[in-house]
């Protein structure tokens, strides 16, 4: 891996829906509290993840933007559940939804628990500046506003917020 290039939206509509062609649901919990990574104090987050059977330990630079270093590896699956009961200050819930548009694949991901509501598409792409089409469905990019970043999400969630940050604006 190496390296991320990942662009968030907030959607326009739900229309993407009728369009999925496989979903996950994921539990995630990071090992570095969110304060130490925005404030500055860690140069990484450091997460668990559990989709399905499979776990994974993901490493991933603590600067903000489309592009950040990243690097993922498998776990066991029991040691993750005991990571995420012992070392998380809490966890983050959602279903991944997987969608293609034009040659590239969108991953939807919509919220629950404290999040609940919250419905963001990625994209992952091979470089900064490469090229893809925007469906009907995406809205407003919201790649630099941190609030967005699941670490956040456990800190600061959906539910907390003000209705002008759950436009993408504040």
């Given at each position: 891996?190496?390296?991320?290039?990942?662009?968030?939206?907030?959607?326009?509509?739900?229309t993407?829906?009728?369009?999925?062609?496989?979903?996950?649901?994921l539990?995630?919990?990071?090992?570095?509290?969110?304060?130490?990574?925005?404030?500055?104090?860690?140069?990484?987050?450091?997460?668990?993840?559990i989709?399905?059977?499979?776990?994974?330990?993901?490493?991933?630079?603590?600067?903000?933007?489309?592009?950040?270093?990243?690097?993922?590896?498998?776990?066991?699956?029991?040691?993750?559940?005991?990571?995420?009961?012992?070392?998380?200050?809490?966890?983050?819930?959602?279903?991944?939804?997987?969608?293609?548009?034009?040659?590239?694949?969108?991953?939807?991901?919509?919220?629950?628990?404290?999040?609940?509501?919250?419905?963001?598409?990625?994209?992952?792409?091979d470089?900064?500046?490469?090229?893809?089409?925007?469906?009907?469905?995406?809205?407003?990019?919201?790649?630099?506003?941190?609030?967005?970043?699941?670490?956040?999400?456990?800190?600061?969630?959906?539910?907390?917020?003000?209705?002008?940050?759950?436009?993408?604006q504040?």
């Amino acid at each position: 891996m190496g390296m991320e290039i990942e662009r968030k939206f907030l959607l326009a509509s739900d229309t993407w829906r009728s369009q999925v062609s496989r979903s996950q649901r994921l539990v995630q919990g990071y090992l570095v509290s969110a304060h130490l990574v925005t404030s500055g104090a860690s140069k990484s987050s450091v997460r668990v993840r559990i989709g399905g059977e499979q776990a994974w330990l993901n490493i991933k630079s603590s600067t903000l933007g489309v592009a950040r270093q990243e690097y993922e590896y498998e776990v066991p699956l029991a040691d993750a559940e005991a990571m995420l009961a012992r070392l998380c200050d809490g966890v983050v819930e959602k279903i991944r939804h997987y969608v293609a548009h034009a040659n590239h694949e969108f991953e939807i991901d919509e919220f629950f628990g404290a999040n609940d509501g919250l419905v963001v598409a990625e994209l992952e792409l091979d470089s900064v500046d490469e090229a893809y089409e925007r469906p009907d469905w995406l809205g407003a990019e919201v790649s630099e506003l941190p609030r967005y970043y699941n670490l956040n999400l456990i800190a600061y969630p959906y539910s907390a917020w003000t209705a002008a940050e759950r436009e993408g604006q504040g």
